[in-house]
C-alpha cells in the first residue's frame, strides 16, 4: 500500500498520532515508521492525491501538531514512498543527515514576519523624496504633460517605490535577524516587499513576537507588520 509521508522525526518524539488522521477524503490514520534513531509520520496515501486545500491543511496541521511536541523536519506535500519497507530503508540512507538537521533545528520553532506598504503612502514617499516625480505629478495633474511625461512619471514612482521599500526592507530586517538563530529570506509579492523567516528557540517565542510588535509600533504610518508562527521549520530544513 503506498505511504503518504508528513514529516521526519527522532525516534524518541513523542509523536501524538493515536487517533490523529491524516489527509483524502477518507482520511486514514497517522502512524510511525521508525528506523534506529528517526522515524517518519505517514498514513495510507488516498486513491487520488491532488493539492486540495482540504488537504494542503490537513498536512499543515499534522505537522502542527507533531512542531508542538518537538522537533520536526516537514515534508512538502505530495511525498510518497512505496511502502514501509521503503520508508525504513530512506530514513536509514539518511540517518545522518536527518539527526543533524533535527539537532540543528531542535528546539527551536519558524516565525515568518511579512512587512507591507499601502499604494497610497508609497506613493506620497515617492513624492515626498523626489523632486523629479513631483515636477511630473504636477504637470500630468495639471494637463500640461504629455504621453511621454506620464510614462516618466510611472517610470519614476515604480523605480522610487522600489528603493524605498528596499530600505525599509533592510531596516526591518536588520532589527529582527539579531533576535533570531537562523533567517530565511523568501520572495516578495504584490505589497509585500519583506518577506522573512525566522528560526527562533521555543522558549523565546512570547518575548519574540513582543519584540516584533514593538518594532511595528515604529513604523511609520502605512507600515505593517504580519507575522505568523509558531510554525515547524518549513524554511529551515
Known amino acids: 500500500m503506498p505511504l503518504y509521508l508528513y514529516a521526519v522525526t527522532d525516534v524518541d518524539h513523542p509523536l501524538p498520532v493515536d487517533g490523529a488522521t491524516g489527509i483524502g477524503a477518507s482520511p486514514a490514520p497517522l502512524r510511525a515508521v ?6 517518519a509520520v505517514v498514513s495510507e496515501a488516498p486513491a487520488q492525491l491532488r493539492a486540495k486545500r482540504r488537504d494542503l491543511i ?23 514512498a512505496p511502502d514501509d519497507g521503503a520508508v525504513r530503508r ?15 533545528v531542535g528546539d527551536r520553532v519558524e516565525f515568518n514576519v511579512k512587512a ?10 515617492v513624492l515626498r523624496e523626489s523632486a523629479e516625480a513631483r515636477r511630473l505629478s504636477a504637470l500630468t495633474r495639471d494637463g500640461a ?11 519614476v514612482v515604480a523605480a522610487g517605490v522600489e528603493a524605498l521599500q528596499a530600505q525599509h526592507a533592510q531596516d526591518i530586517a536588520r532589527r529582527l535577524e539579531p533576535l533570531a538563530h537562523r533567517t530565511a529570506a523568501g520572495d516578495p509579492t504584490g505589497e ?3 518577506n522573512l523567516s525566522l528560526l527562533i528557540e521555543r522558549g523565546r517565542a512570547d518575548a519574540f513576537a513582543a ?12 507600515l505593517e507588520l504580519r507575522v505568523t508562527g509558531p510554525l515547524p521549520p518549513y524554511s529551515f530544513v
Not at 504633460?145 to 517610470?155: I, Y
Open 34 to 39: 521508525r528506523a534506529a534513531r528517526v522515524a
Open 58 to 80: 490537513a498536512h499543515q496541521n499534522v505537522l502542527l501538531m507533531l512542531g508542538a511536541a518537538g522537533a520536526v523536519l516537514p515534508l512538502r506535500f505530495g511525498t510518497l
Open 90 to 104: 530512506a530514513l536509514a540512507d539518511q540517518e545522518s543527515l536527518f539527526t543533524e538537521r533535527l539537532r540543528e
Open 116 to 125: 507591507l506598504q499601502d499604494e497610497d503612502t508609497a506613493l506620497r514617499d
Open 145 to 155: 504633460g504629455s504621453h511621454d511625461d506620464q510614462v516618466a512619471l510611472g517610470t
Open 192 to 194: 509585500v516587499f519583506l
Open 211 to 222: 519584540s516584533v510588535g514593538r518594532i511595528a509600533e515604529s513604523l511609520g504610518h502605512g
